[in-house]
Nanobody, 127 residues
Framework: AQLVESGGGLVQPGGSLILSCTDS????????IGWFRQAPGNERETVSC????????YYADSVKGRFTISRDRANNTVYLQMNRLKPEDTAVYYC?????????????????????WGQGTQVTVAS
């Protein structure tokens, strides 16, 4: 897989961004996809994940109600819609794909279970 994230940038608190994760080789719908973030000096944090075929989703408590993960089958893309952004959301955001074997209807919450990672996209929330 060659995952590519895009959509990061600078946004004011309370604003919105949509991150995209695409891949030229894998059909993303067939695999669990996770979004993770890492701020300077912090450990990597699980933000959200979606199981294969969008059977289930997970959100960290810190983003629940503000972020939405979704799939676009036609464009082989997974999105992370981020609303009501806060300065503490500032980080490099990564998407990751769990390669086989996978469990249907389940997306892993830990980054170590994902074998393929994108290069990351910077999200900065500041006024």
């Amino acid at each position: 897989a060659q995952l590519v994230e895009s959509g990061g940038g600078l946004v004011q608190p309370g604003g919105s961004l949509i991150l995209s994760c695409t891949d030229s080789g894998f059909t993303l719908e067939n695999y669990p996809i996770g979004w993770f973030r890492q701020a300077p000096g912090n450990e990597r944090e699980t933000v959200s994940c979606i199981s294969s075929y969008a059977g289930s989703t997970y959100y960290a408590d810190s983003v629940k109600g503000r972020f939405t993960i979704s799939r676009d089958r036609a464009n082989n893309t997974v999105y992370l819609q981020m609303n009501r952004l806060k300065p503490e959301d500032t980080a490099v955001y990564y998407c990751a794909l769990q390669g086989p074997p996978i469990r249907l209807g389940v997306c892993p919450k830990t980054g170590s279970e994902y074998g393929y990672w994108g290069q990351g996209t910077q999200v900065t929330v500041a006024s």
